[in-house]
């Protein structure tokens, strides 16, 4: 496996650096156009992306470890089919609709101010995940250890607190009566 180190990455044209299984340490992406790639096999540690389309690659056994993403578009991906190894990821200012994080361990993860329109992050483990200004609408959340969560300033949130964990969870008061919409109760 090809290691590449400590690179800058900018620009749309990236066949030169999108070789079979390579590894990226503390590299940084900006203005990087990766939508359809696949990037299956590939690792990627401590790495940023910034203003990259990531749209509709292929994460099959991909490697994220701490990496970082500003203002990208990664929509349509099954981040469930990553390599679970170390797996580490923020989101920041991103667009994830569509996307599938379905029994993953993301403990400690950031989906801030992201747009999670119908994403799925049934069965995962997203303990003290911060979901701040994030909107969810249509989001799945079944399963889910959402111990410790943030979810402050958070839009379209519908979570069952029946079928998740939610001990420690911090809503906001005006969140409360689309959490009890499975009751039936109205909230004046």
Known sequence: ????EDETITGKNLDNWLKQGMQFEYCT???ADFSKSNLSGFSFLECEFTDCDLSGIELVDTGLKSVRFD???????RFSQCNPF?????FQRCKLDFSSFYNL???????????????????ANLT?????????????????NLQNANFQEAS????DPNKNTLKGAQFELTQLPRLLNQHQIIVI
């Open 128 to 144: 003290g995940t911060n979901f701040n200004k994030a909107n969810l609408q249509g989001a799945v959340f079944v399963g889910c």
């Open 29 to 31: 992406f900006k203005g």
């Open 86 to 90: 170390l797996l580490s990821m923020h």
């Open 71 to 77: 203002s990208c578009k990664l929509m349509g991906l």
């Open 1 to 4: 496996m090809k290691v590449i």
């Open 156 to 159: 379209g949130l519908d979570i």
């Open 105 to 123: 361990q993301l403990k400690e993860s950031s989906f801030v101010e992201c747009s999670c329109l119908d994403c799925d992050f049934a069965e």
